[in-house]
């Protein structure tokens, strides 16, 4: 069976068609994208839902020709229906109602951040999987344990690439900033300089940092420095409430999600962990990290198996759904 994936929760619209073949591993036909951007750092909701209306059917079109497939082909459409931005939801979710009801297709909403969980599983080919859940708005840790996904832990305030895009722009670089950080981190061969390193219980929290960030800026130490630090500490800080969810529910692989977990420095410090601690460590290729319609195809194809589809006219969107909720 095809199942189309809708992925349209923030800056991303994305859409894949993958093959879910019985007994063996799910086939990505077509993974295709198109990220909103703005130079302006902050983000206007109406101008991402006209961005994702323009793109919305030259990204549809684009994945259907990858796959050389065509929408009476498609079994399942999935759609990302909670977390994120309404107006952005809004968009994937009509669209996906559209095609369902126009082609007599069976329709699936899914929970945004449990399909990078899935996206993992997956891929990973181990069943029983923990998360590390990366991204701009999202800092996360979670696994689906006594038969619920539950977060074991998360950020208290900011999300760690919301961060570090925060610690690029008081250095005068443009977005996004974990990149550039990245970069100016490998150029550094100096001493670590101190920040502060706040892990709370599973949870992390950021703010302290960014205060003294700006100090740090202000008494004109490099760049460099700065980002080799930031990176070290918060990177610390997320494999350490890694390792503590992964000793609590007993999981055997770690897996990546989100785009911050594209970075190289990140998943070396994830691996050595792992590698200690005796359990698997998988970090997906980064076009399954970052937002995208894959992930969503395939948590649809497994919640459809479960429990079915939606009616088309009970199809909504759920902004504020927490993991636990699914
Ligand atoms: P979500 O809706 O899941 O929170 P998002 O809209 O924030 O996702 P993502 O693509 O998952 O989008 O993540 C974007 C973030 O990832 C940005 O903050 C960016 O700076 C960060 N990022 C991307 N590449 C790297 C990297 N190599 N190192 C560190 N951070 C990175
Ligand atoms: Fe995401």
Do not use: W
């Amino acid at each position: 069976m095809l199942v189309l994936g809708i992925e349209s929760t923030a800056h991303t619209f994305g859409v894949a068609i993958v093959r879910m073949q019985a007994a063996e591993q799910p086939q990505v036909l077509a993974n295709v994208r198109r990220t909103y951007t703005t130079t302006s750092g902050g983000l206007i909701p109406a101008k991402l839902s006209e961005h994702h209306m323009n793109v919305f059917s030259s990204v549809l079109s684009d994945a259907l020709v990858q796959a050389g497939a065509s929408v009476p082909d498609v079994g399942l459409v999935a759609y990302s229906r909670s977390p994120g931005i309404g107006h952005a939801l809004r968009i994937g979710a009509g669209v996906a109602r559209s095609l369902a009801l126009r082609h007599s297709i069976p329709l699936v909403g899914v929970n945004h951040c449990v399909a990078h969980l899935e996206v993992g599983r997956v891929l990973s080919g181990r069943d029983d999987v923990s998360l590390l859940y990366a991204s701009g708005a999202n800092t996360q840790v979670l696994a689906r344990e006594g038969g619920a996904y539950r977060v074991f832990g998360e950020t208290l305030d900011l999300g760690v690439g919301n961060f570090l895009d925060t610690v690029a722009r008081l250095l005068g670089l443009g977005f996004p900033g974990g990149p550039q950080l990245e970069e100016l981190a490998k150029q550094y061969s100096g001493p670590l300089i101190e920040l502060p390193y706040s892990v709370k219980g599973m949870d992390v929290s950021f703010s302290g940092m960014q205060t003294a960030v700006k100090r740090l800026i202000e008494s004109g130490a490099s760049a460099q420095g700065i980002a080799f630090s930031v990176q070290e500490t918060v990177f610390a800080m997320l494999v350490e409430v890694s390792e503590r969810a992964l000793a609590h529910t007993g999981k055997e692989c770690l897996v990546l999600g989100g785009g911050v977990a594209c970075n190289a420095r990140l998943q070396e410090m994830c691996r050595l962990m792992c590698v200690d601690r005796g359990v698997e460590f998988f970090a997906p290729p980064n076009e399954f990290l970052v937002d995208n319609g894959a992930m969503i195809a395939l948590l649809g194809a497994r919640v459809f198996a479960q429990s079915g589809g939606v009616a088309v006219s009970k199809a909504g969107i759920d902004p504020y759904e927490r993991v636990e909720q699914c």
